[in-house]
């Protein structure tokens, strides 16, 4: 099983457990007692924790024996069961595993917990005993790897490695933990232990612990810069506090996959947590691991410039955005397109959308944008609603689409079947996994994210299929991206961003923007760039729909002097909190207009006069009293 191991991390992400210790001190096991022994006296709960973890989509579940070292045991009266208790932590693991699919079982091996000589009594020979004692019960026991982990000690951490390969070659993962200074207790670096732990015989190297996972990324992106071995982050859920006699900690398990997919993009290919991550936090890892496993995949049958059997890419030569699109034409003559966006309905009845897209129309907007399942709900084919609007009032459409329900087969058969109906502007997406919708049981595909998707589609516009071979007429998408200018990790976003322009985007259209410095900043550190942007604007309609925003919608912050002053008006009714959240939004339009190329604007729950009145500021567009009195007239 260790070879499987070793050759997963070449192309893929494995996902360990998380924290057993919160998991005891959850169940009523408290902090007096020796976790460890609980191998021996209560084997029941050590395995129902394992099961869950597994049942939550760890790839690999490691034995309770973190703490298993004849020091630590010591404490307790129970150094002589040093073998006994590691040999039998790693039996009722193996016996976890043997019933999932592929899961395999890590020997926990932490430090003593005592310094070693020279700093401390323990000398080298007596480390190396105890460590040697603890490796011998993990193997009787039968574990695929062994994972060292919360080490401070440069030093002692290599005893670890000595004892481990002097009586094993199964692969070893190596990590330490840093503070909130990024340094160790004895002061190193990420830098200085990946340049050490790299002329170790490890398999895997990285950190753990600390004080959450911005901390285990910072440390992460350095270790990067030293070594070329896989990555490991096995971060805390935050700081701990106590509260009312018990030990909470309170970095959400959303908060957590948010930075798993984060570290997944900068390389980790072994990844899970440690102190008060829980069963939900894993799991919430796993949709994130999905999302991303085809990227790290590197699915490259794909990209025209890497195929063998295309000799010359410029013979397809794509038309001019203006002859694709008539918002191609628009950007350049240009204008300022605003786009507006509209939800398919959850019933087969489109009728409501129809008369929304010719109010909008008679209104100046020049572009309806249909969403693929947003927030993961079900609802009415977003290609089917683009065709209909089309068909019906003439309204030119952004389809979005995303990678979440199809397979990359799907996506070129999809592909070709939007060219067929006329429909031109796509915006490529990732999408929001299932667990975040009202289907939480449906399944994610994800072959690829939006960069991928990009390039399948770009291959199609350069009339290749999937594996660059040609097909007879080219497609004629123009192709969009998001940009979220309040991502958590802005260098990361823009990093994204560009591979997607490299892979074929031709415009962009950003979150919603509140915090007009946040967005100031994003396009400092976006630099000059070749294609449009669309600047996403949201009109609140009241206090709760901001605090949702805020608290509950990853990726977005609204300032609380926005939240504020939407409290004040919504506390005067209905009419004066929209009235505010279109001031806000004008606001936000007014300051933004000069840097961006259109505006992209997001009405909630489908209030399309929110989004007429916010973009009534701009020239060409009319107001619903404008409209109201046009169509009086008329009458």
Avoid: W
């Avoid at 207790?185 to 911005?214: F, K, M």
């Avoid at 190329?597 to 404008?626: D, H, N």
């Amino acid at each position: 099983m260790s070879s499987s191991f070793l050759k997963k991390l070449e192309t893929g992400v494995f996902l360990g457990d998380g924290a057993m210790g919160t998991q005891l001190y959850e169940r009523g096991v408290y902090v007096n007692r020796n976790y460890d022994d609980l191998n021996l006296s209560d084997s029941h709960l050590i395995k129902a924790i394992h099961r869950d973890y597994i049942q939550a989509g760890a790839n690999i579940i490691e034995t309770n024996t973190f703490g298993a070292n004849p020091y630590k045991l010591g404490k307790h009266g129970l150094a002589d069961k040093t073998f006994d208790i590691n040999k039998t932590g790693a039996e009722i693991a193996f016996r976890c595993a043997a019933e999932g699919a592929g899961v395999l079982v890590a020997g926990s091996i932490g430090p003593f917990g005592k310094p070693i000589a020279p700093v401390g009594k323990i000398t080298e020979k007596e480390a190396l005993e105890a460590f040697n004692n603890q490796v011998r019960g993990l193997l009787a026991g039968d574990v695929d790897l062994f994972m060292l982990e919360s080490f401070l000690d440069l030093h002692e951490i290599q005893i670890a490695i000595q004892a481990i390969r002097s009586q094993s070659d199964l692969p070893i993962v190596a990590m330490m933990t840093v503070d909130n200074s990024g340094l160790t207790a004895y002061g190193r670096t990420p830098e200085l232990i990946a340049g050490a732990l790299n002329g170790e015989p490890v398999d895997v190297i990285g950190l753990n612990c600390s004080t959450g996972p911005l901390t285990i990324l910072e440390g992460i992106r350095k270790m990067r810069e030293v070594t070329d071995k896989p990555l490991a982050a096995f971060p805390n859920a935050g700081e701990p506090k106590m509260v009312e006699g018990r030990i909470i900690y309170f970095s959400t398990p959303e908060y957590f996959a948010e930075y798993a997919k984060r570290m997944i993009q900068h390389g980790v290919s072994f990844i899970g947590g440690c102190c008060g991550t829980t069963p939900k936090h894993i799991r919430l890892m796993a949709s994130a691991i999905r999302a991303l496993q085809p990227r790290i995949a590197k699915v490259v049958t794909i990209d025209p410039v890497t195929a063998d059997s295309v000799t010359d890419r410029e013979t397809v030569q794509l038309a001019p955005m203006e002859d694709r699109s008539p918002l191609g034409k628009l950007l350049n003559e240009g204008k300022f397109p605003v786009s507006c966006e509209l939800h398919p309905p959850r019933s087969p009845k489109p009728n409501r959308i129809i008369k929304q897209v010719k109010l909008l129309k008679k209104a100046g907007i020049d572009v309806v944008n249909i969403p693929d399942g947003p927030r993961a709900s079900a609802r009415m084919s977003p290609m089917a609603l683009a065709h209909i609007i089309d068909s019906h009032t003439g309204m030119d459409t952004i389809l979005h689409y995303t990678c979440r329900d199809r397979n990359i087969l799907g996506i070129q058969s999809d592909l070709l079947g939007i060219e067929a109906l006329g429909l031109s502007n796509i915006l490529c997406v990732t999408g929001d996994p299932p667990k975040l919708g009202d289907y939480p049981m449906a399944s994610a595909v994800y072959d690829v994210d939006a960069i991928g998707l990009v390039r399948i589609a770009n291959n199609l516009n350069h009339s290749m299929d999937l594996a660059a071979n040609p097909i007879p007429s080219a497609t004629t998408f123009f192709l969009g991206v998001g940009f979220n200018p309040g991502a958590i990790d802005l260098t990361l976003e823009v990093e994204r961003l560009h591979s997607k322009i490299e892979s074929g985007a031709e415009y962009i259209m950003t979150q919603p923007v509140f915090d007009l410095e946040i967005f100031a900043s994003a396009l400092e550190v976006m630099g000059m760039l070749d294609v449009p942007i669309f600047v996403g604007i949201l009109p609140l309609a009241n206090f709760r729909n901001a605090e949702f925003f805020h608290n509950e919608v990853p990726g977005m912050e609204i300032p609380a002097s926005i939240r504020e002053r939407m409290r004040i008006a919504s506390d005067k009714g209905k009419e004066h909190a929209s009235a505010e959240g279109v001031a806000i939004a004008q606001e936000a339009l007014s300051f933004v207009k000069e840097f961006v190329q259109g505006a992209y604007v997001m009405p909630p729950f489908g209030r399309v006069e929110l989004a007429i009145e916010t973009v009534s500021i701009l020239p060409g567009r009319k107001s619903t009293k404008q409209i109201n009195k046009e169509i009086e007239e008329s009458s």
